[in-house]
């Protein structure tokens, strides 16, 4: 410090301590007389504060940022089913024997490092509005920042190619200014507990969807798929594979769902594998991401059928998926899941 004059100087003193954070949880809510109607649902915002630093926190006024916020998905992804021709594997060239041999490498050269990625929403900071003593090796502190209403709308999802159960998903705008971080979350249905879920980061102003759980009610018959092949013309021979996939979904509910199913339609990455679908009647629409659905058929971005139907108490659902492949008869197709 220099001072040009004598006099007495107040000094705020920070430091950066290590063996503490925190990290969000959830508690969300949910009435069981709001299955289709547009409603609310009522999330708790919580922060578990811990520390081990050696020294009390007594009587602390205490900032939580999220520059560095905690990172699983209930339900499995489907990725795009690219149909392409196969290529045999080249059988491995044979290399002479040395006695002795090295191996050459570059000098200096090592394994290369795997490098992890994870989401994260802008950086903002939340004031606990009170006091808080938290003393070094206590355990873990809960903390309330909100109780949050969101209107939401309950949809039903279901990917039956990878399982054939069906998620209760909750579409919801965070029309709150608080950003929601990645996280878990206790689903409470009628003051229940009935799941345990994750919540991906959302921004304020954002749409998300939120898993709660396994509804038993609904149930999926997905029946083993019906394959044939043809062949046509007489110079430029090609192959006609067919693909039917029939889909039984049964509403055991007593009021009519709203149901979402995804199911693989492949996509062609050559100009000679030629995609046929005279049965889907779907319109590619980019436009959905963030959007309530509504009733009918789509492609997603991933090239994948959405389907959207509304099925009435009691009731069951007949869905029939058929698409075909043309491709030239010397060639052999082969599917590939891609993420």
């Keep these: 410090l220099e001072s040009s004059e004598t006099g007495e100087v107040k000094l705020c003193v920070s430091y950066q301590v290590t063996c503490c954070g925190w990290y969000p949880i959830y508690d969300i809510r949910v009435r069981s007389d709001i299955l289709w109607s547009i409603d609310e649902i009522l999330l708790t915002y919580r922060g578990c504060v811990y520390q081990n630093c050696d020294e009390d926190w007594v009587n602390a006024s205490l900032k939580l940022s999220t520059a560095q916020p905690c990172l699983s998905g209930i339900m499995p992804e489907l990725g795009s089913l690219q149909a392409i021709f196969h290529k045999p594997?080249?059988?491995?060239?044979?290399?002479?024997?040395?006695?002795?041999?090295?191996?050459?490498?570059?000098?200096?050269?090592?394994?290369?490092?795997?490098?992890?990625?994870?989401?994260?929403?802008?950086?903002?900071?939340?004031?606990?509005?009170?006091?808080?003593?938290?003393?070094?090796?206590?355990?873990?502190?809960?903390?309330?920042?909100?109780?949050?209403?969101?209107?939401?709308?309950?949809?039903?999802?279901t990917i039956p190619n990878k399982n054939t159960n069906v998620y209760l998903v909750a579409s919801a705008i965070n029309d709150s200014p608080y950003?929601?971080?990645?996280?878990?979350?206790?689903?409470?249905?009628?003051?229940?507990?009935?799941?345990?879920?994750?919540?991906?980061?959302?921004?304020?102003?954002?749409?998300?969807?939120?898993?709660?759980?396994?509804?038993?009610?609904?149930?999926?018959?997905?029946?083993?798929?019906?394959?044939?092949?043809?062949?046509?013309?007489?110079?430029?021979?090609?192959s006609l594979t067919f693909h039917e996939q029939k889909i039984i979904i049964k509403n055991t509910k007593k009021d009519k769902i709203l149901l979402m199913l995804t199911e693989y339609v492949p996509k062609s990455t050559d100009e000679r594998i030629k995609l046929i679908s005279p049965e889907l009647d779907v319109v590619e629409d980019k436009n959905m991401v963030?959007?309530?659905?509504?009733?009918?058929?789509?492609?997603?971005?991933?090239?994948?059928?959405?389907?959207?139907?509304s099925i009435a108490g009691k009731a069951e659902a007949n869905l029939l998926v058929k698409w075909s492949i043309d491709y030239p008869s010397t060639e052999t197709i082969e599917y590939k899941e891609y993420f």
């Design 89 to 157: 594997t080249p059988p491995p060239s044979v290399q002479p024997t040395h006695p002795f041999a090295m191996k050459c490498t570059h000098f200096g050269s090592t394994t290369p490092l795997n490098t992890g990625v994870s989401e994260s929403v802008m950086s903002t900071i939340f004031d606990v509005p009170t006091r808080k003593t938290i003393f070094s090796g206590s355990g873990e502190h809960k903390i309330t920042f909100a109780l949050l209403d969101f209107d939401s709308v309950m949809v039903h999802q």
């Design 179 to 238: 950003p929601l971080l990645s996280g878990s979350a206790s689903v409470y249905f009628d003051n229940s507990f009935i799941a345990q879920t994750r919540i991906k980061s959302v921004s304020p102003g954002e749409r998300f969807q939120c898993s709660l759980g396994v509804d038993p009610a609904v149930k999926v018959e997905y029946k083993p798929a019906y394959k044939y092949s043809e062949q046509a013309g007489l110079i430029s021979k090609s």
């Design 290 to 309: 963030g959007k309530i659905l509504s009733v009918g058929r789509r492609i997603n971005a991933d090239n994948n059928l959405e389907w959207t139907l």
